[in-house]
């Protein structure tokens, strides 16, 4: 049943966009902040950038796995020989 199982490196490869736009968010934030208030400006923007990744990895994550458990599918199998 390994293969129907997500790796590390398939979803790395997945999100390898999404982690482009994380980077790019959080130095924006970072930048953005006033002097001697780099904490208090960019926390917040940081924190939701994050929150918006998390939503998407496992949303792909789970992605993946439903697309190998699909075309490892005993019933896909049946339904291929019966057409």
Known sequence: MKDTQVSAAELKQALAKDIDALAQEVAEAVNAARDGRIIA???????????????????????????????FSPSAERTEKQG
């Open 41 to 71: 400006d960019s926390e917040e923007p940081v924190r939701d950038a994050n929150a918006v990744f998390r939503q998407r990895v496992y949303e792909k994550a789970l992605s993946l796995l439903q697309q190998k458990q699909e075309a």
